[in-house]
């Protein structure tokens, strides 16, 4: 693992917009979805230093305290995980670390998260996960917000939003 400040992390998505223009989302999430191994392992060993069992055996309380622990002493910010609609999980928090309230950007803009928690979270399912961010503090929003679920369910939502629904809305069509 390595540090990297916000500031820096700031700057190089800002760049990367800049100077890659929409190619830049892909490349922060395949970096993202590159440094997820390291960090799920790096969660396995903290707990394991704790004395907790593995992320895979934990009850989902258990798990949730952890993961918002860990996120929060590794400078990600605090966290909440949570479900909604049964259909997928959900990631928030009101001081993301990738975020960048002063950017008013147009679309959710977290993207090397989205990728990483993507990798992380679906190395914990044992299946692949998709990650969609719906709510940034670099647009606006008063937190940021990642729904996990399969490909498929967040391409439903991802449909729903293009036709205006709101992603709540869509994911309340599929049940």
């Known amino acids: 693992m390595v540090a990297l400040t916000r500031d820096a992390l700031i700057a190089l998505r800002s760049v990367l917009f800049r100077d890659a223009g929409g190619n830049a989302a892909a490349y922060l999430q395949e970096a993202g979805y ?5 960090l799920y392992q790096a969660f396995a060993d903290w707990n394991a230093s704790r004395g907790s069992a593995v992320p895979e055996n934990m009850a989902a309380p258990e798990f949730e305290r952890h ?3 860990f996120f929060q002493e590794l400078g990600w910010g605090a966290i909440r995980v949570g479900t909604l609609h049964d259909s997928v999980l959900t990631v928030d928090s009101g001081d993301w670390a990738e975020s960048d309230p002063e950017s008013a950007m147009q679309f959710p803009g977290c993207y090397l998260s989205a990728g990483m928690l993507a990798d992380f979270f679906g190395r914990l399912a044992g299946a ?10 670099s647009m606006g929003s008063h937190q940021c917000r990642f729904l996990l679920g399969s490909s498929e369910t967040l391409q439903h939502v991802y449909d729903g939003m293009t036709q205006g629904a709101s992603y709540d809305v869509a994911l309340q069509q599929m049940a």
Do not use: K, S
Not at 34 to 38: N, P, S, V
């Open 67 to 69: 993961a918002a622990e």
């Open 128 to 137: 692949p996960m998709a990650v969609m961010e719906v709510e940034c503090r």
């Open 34 to 38: 590159a440094g997820g191994g390291a």
